[in-house]
């Protein structure tokens, strides 16, 4: 695994998590994190190196040889992106069953809702959205 950079792990077939990324790229002005999907073989490699069992569906942070998922891995996130998107990160007071409720029910419904990708798309830093 990387070590300079953090990892996110994001579902390279889901709309709503390719938008996500993109998002933040733009906002990683310290240019701090990498990208990769849950599909690639730095993500196998993740799951043996750490040991996971879970069905990895949740957005995957990966930092300083540590692994986050779900809500925690979202308001790490965010908080190391310029602000004002920073500030979201207070957000992260909520008590974590009520943040990962929240965030389940939203990657629960993602596909229905926002689409997905018949292939696998890796993240290009390139592409350009506008």
Known sequence: ????????????????????VRFIYKRDKRNVFS?????????????????????LSSIVLYEEGKVYTHSTAIFRIVSRLAPPYSWLSIFAIVPKPIRDAVYNFVAKN????????????EFDPN???N
């Open 1 to 20: 695994m990387e070590s300079a950079k953090r990892i996110v792990f994001f579902d390279g077939i889901c709309n709503l998590c390719n938008s996500s």
């Open 35 to 55: 990208y990769r999907s849950l599909q690639s073989k730095e993500a196998e490699r993740l799951i043996l190196d750490t040991g996971i069992l879970e069905n």
């Open 110 to 121: 993602r596909y229905k809702w926002f689409g997905k990708q018949k292939e696998v798309c």
């Open 127 to 129: 592409f350009n959205s």
